[in-house]
């Protein structure tokens, strides 16, 4: 069936270890997002991707690299030079410029 | 840039009534799309509704509607007959029109309601 699968649900790392989190979608999407989300805080966007090959900094990039090279994936690697990376974070995709459905998320814990 | 405003932090509704959820938002656009998206204690953000600016009918999907008022900028949510399955975090999100270029793709959420309902 169709969707927007994250793995793992939960990842635990130790502090200075680059990690990637793993973003797939089946809906033959165009575009595909990911957002950081925070206790008390809405959803902030890190990177987004129209098609593929293409990608855009979000209001919170730094840190954080991705890359685009099939429709169907949007790997998002949470890198040491994050300063802050333990949140949760959430995979979106949708038809280009209208609204997003969004994957299960993953749980990053560095410690 | 868009900024979306939800006011209230934490809300409770007894099973079987009818509560409203407050957004206002902020944009220089005249074209634009809201949304309600639920967020459930799986964490899996669901959208709920959406709305066209320039659309004046106010949008409905079963016990969930919308008050849409341009003009003051505010949008909000009302859930009818409200089930124990609704206890949610609620976010509120903004998007550009689809033409006004690379920033037409970003949501701006809300920080968003936590509702309790009460059996």
Known sequence: DGGITQSPKYLFRKEGQNVTLSCEQNLNHDAMYWYRQDPGQGLRLIYY???????????IAEGYSVSREKKESFPLTVTSAQKNPTAFYLCASGLAGYEQYFGPGTRLTVT | AQTVTQSQPEMSVQEAETVT?????????SDYYLFWYKQPPSRQMILVIRQEAYKQQNATE????????????????KISDSQLGDAAMYFCASKPPSYSGAGSYQLTFGKGTKLSVIP
């Open chain 2, 21 to 29: 959820l407050s957004c206002t938002y902020d944009t220089s656009e």
């Open chain 1, 49 to 59: 991707s129209q098609i593929v090959n293409d990608f855009q900094k979000g209001d």
């Open chain 2, 62 to 77: 079963n016990r969930f509607s919308v008050n849409f008022q341009k003009a003051a900028k505010s949008f909000s949510l």
